[in-house]
């Protein structure tokens, strides 16, 4: 979507037509609703925070200025409210322990996937899982979003030199995880 | 698929990672390398690194691997009902523009310039607290003066002062079509004051500029280390220094040599490919000196001053108008492309087509850069990137 074609939309959402909205969503609610599964870890509660994010995206449509892109301010309004999520649920969540399963299980029980792709993928998922939060949310967004240094650094709201040595930090860390990846591995190359 | 990951995962990080480049500077380098994320110049270290070592081809294998990996594990959808949900709770009227909704950001560092800015909004505060009593005064004393004169002198027209016949008819009137409305003020203060402390910055930075040569090492070190710390860099640091000269052609020859002398290893030369790399300098590289060159040293820290002082024997020396990670941000992807040059032996300048790229099969690349090891393993050294041209008449 261009610049001129986020603008349109933004000026027709701001003029109340829900059609317009819907095509933001269709843009948006996937990449929304995954990166809050991922603060969540569960489907009732990332749903909640999807609608709560977008409801607060079109409440405050009427501020956006278009100094940024559209997606990067969607992403910096979605970022805002998972990192509340997981504030809140601090208070009383579950040990690491068990988060860990739960997630880990979610992948496991994918159908999808053959034998050896849900063993991999719950190892990488899990190492995923055992990362400090501030490693974790640069993967979620550069690695699982998609999203680019600078769009990271403006999710996040940091600057893109720390993106970048807290992916490094992260790669590492996965590394030390997932220390028999490079060994037993075949070269893909 | 044959890959496979450890059954259990360690509950701590191992002391010691195998299979990894034990010298620490490009490793941390090597992730942002594979995205694509890296400073022109850095990026074209780290091939020429790529090249000779192994062991970080392997881990850029491996982190190319794990990426791919990892973006395969995103496939879930949300459920049809919740887009039906998401619209079902908007409200009916559209948003309305106005109101400022701020985000909370409680995950996130405290910002480093917060406190700059809170001390400025506190300050904006008690300017408009001051000029609103003072307002308030002048008021009041032009309302039990002058304005109540002027008042009963104005002959008042029959429907004025019936409040409820001007708010019904301004009601019959239809509302003007909505549109957007620029408002500028004529004369801003704050406008003003923000003009003063930018002039003074500029000030700042001339005297700054006129200084360079007292103190300039340190100063520049000061600086270096400021943009590593601003920028989460770890070694090696960068720096940037123009450097203008009477004569190119004759510094370049003598420069590998040079810098040998002075205890530094050039390592790369070549020309600053883009227009917005001139722009972000603000030097006049391309359009107007078409023989100036760009060139990077590996210059060990305790030889710095020496360095610099050999340099400023050279031509002229000025910190470049931005910190050099800017600098070399600025124009990423494009200086990579065609800095590779060599010194011809009667000292003229020839490019390389496209830098070569280390291939991961292990084959060396076509050039390498020829850092000393000692330096590299240390860590204690700088990159020191010089924009040369001529001198300025």
């Not at chain 1, 819907?22 to 990166?35: A, F, N, P, Q």
């Not at chain 1, 009732?44 to 405050?60: G, M, R």
């Not at chain 2, 002048?138 to 029959?158: C, E, H, I, W, Y």
């Not at chain 2, 020309?271 to 917005?276: G, H, L, R, V």
Request: proline fraction near 7%.
């Amino acid at each position: 979507m261009t610049t001129r074609d986020e603008r349109q939309l933004v000026q027709r959402i701001q003029a109340g037509n829900r059609e317009a909205f819907e095509e933001l969503l269709d843009s948006y609610e996937t990449r929304v609703y995954r990166l809050a599964l991922r603060f969540t870890d569960s489907i009732p509660d990332a749903e909640d925070v999807t609608q709560e994010i977008f409801l607060a995206i079109y409440k405050s449509l009427g501020n956006f200025r278009g100094n940024s892109a559209l997606g990067t301010w969607i992403y910096r309004v979605a970022m805002n409210h998972c990192l509340e999520f997981r504030r809140k649920r601090r208070l009383d969540t579950l040990p690491l322990d068990e988060e860990i399963a739960l997630v880990s299980q979610d992948w496991r029980h994918d159908p999808v996937k053959s034998a050896d792709r849900q063993e991999l993928a719950a190892k990488v998922e899990a190492a995923i899982n055992c990362l400090s939060p501030l490693h974790r949310d640069v993967i979620v967004l550069h690695e699982l979003q998609g999203l680019t240094y600078q769009e990271v650094a403006a999710a996040l709201d940091v600057p893109v030199g720390t993106v970048k040595s807290r992916l490094s930090n992260a790669f590492r860390r996965l590394r030390d995880l997932l220390g028999g990846y490079v060994h037993e591995g075949s070269p893909t190359t | 698929m044959n890959r496979s990951y450890p059954e259990n995962l360690p509950e701590k990080s191992p002391s010691r990672r195998p299979n990894v480049c034990r010298g620490g500077l490009f490793q941390a380098n090597l992730k942002a390398y594979l995205d694509g994320e890296t400073s022109a110049i850095r990026g074209w270290l780290v091939r020429g690194h790529l090249a000779q070592c192994a062991e970080c081809r392997e881990e850029l294998r491996w982190l190319r691997r794990l990426g791919e990996d990892m973006k395969e594990l995103e496939s879930t959808r949300p459920r049809p009902e919740l887009r039906a949900r998401i619209l079902a709770s908007l409200p009916t009227t559209p948003p309305a523009p106005g109101i400022r909704v701020v985000y909370s950001r409680p995950d996130r560092e405290r910002s480093p310039l917060l406190m700059p800015r809170l001390a400025l909004a506190s300050g904006l505060a008690m300017l408009l607290a001051f000029g609103t009593v003072f307002a308030l005064k002048r008021a009041s004393n032009a309302t039990t003066s002058g304005a109540v004169g002027v008042a009963k002198n104005v002959p008042l027209k029959p429907d004025q002062g019936k409040v409820g016949e001007a708010l019904a008819a301004a009601q019959e009137t239809p509302p003007a079509a909505m549109e957007m409305v620029t408002y500028t003020p004529a004369k801003d203060p704050f406008n003003d004051l923000a003009d003063k402390m930018f002039r003074e910055k500029m000030a700042a930075r001339a005297e700054e500029q006129r200084l360079l040569g007292q103190d300039d090492w340190h100063r520049l070190l000061a600086q270096a280390r400021e943009v590593a710390h601003k920028t989460n860099m770890t070694t090696p640091t960068e720096m940037g220094v123009a450097l203008a000269v009477p004569d190119i052609a004759a510094v370049k020859t003598h420069l590998p040599g040079w810098a040998k002398q002075k205890g530094a290893e050039l390592v790369a030369i070549g020309k600053p490919a883009s227009e917005t790399a001139d722009h972000a300098t603000g030097l006049p590289l391309r359009t107007e000196d078409p023989r100036a060159n760009m060139v990077a040293f590996y210059v060990p820290a305790q030889r710095g001053p020496a360095f610099l002082g050999a340099l400023k024997q050279l031509g002229q020396i000025s910190i470049l108008p931005l910190p050099s990670h800017s600098f070399v941000s600025a124009a990423t992807g494009q200086i990579a492309s065609s800095v590779q040059a060599e010194i011809k032996a009667d000292g003229g300048f020839k490019a390389v087509p496209s830098a070569p790229v280390a291939s991961e099969s292990g084959a060396p690349a076509e050039h390498s850069v020829t850092a000393s090891e000692k330096h590299l393993k240390t860590g204690r050294y700088l990159v020191v990137t010089v924009l040369l041209s001529t001198t300025h008449d």
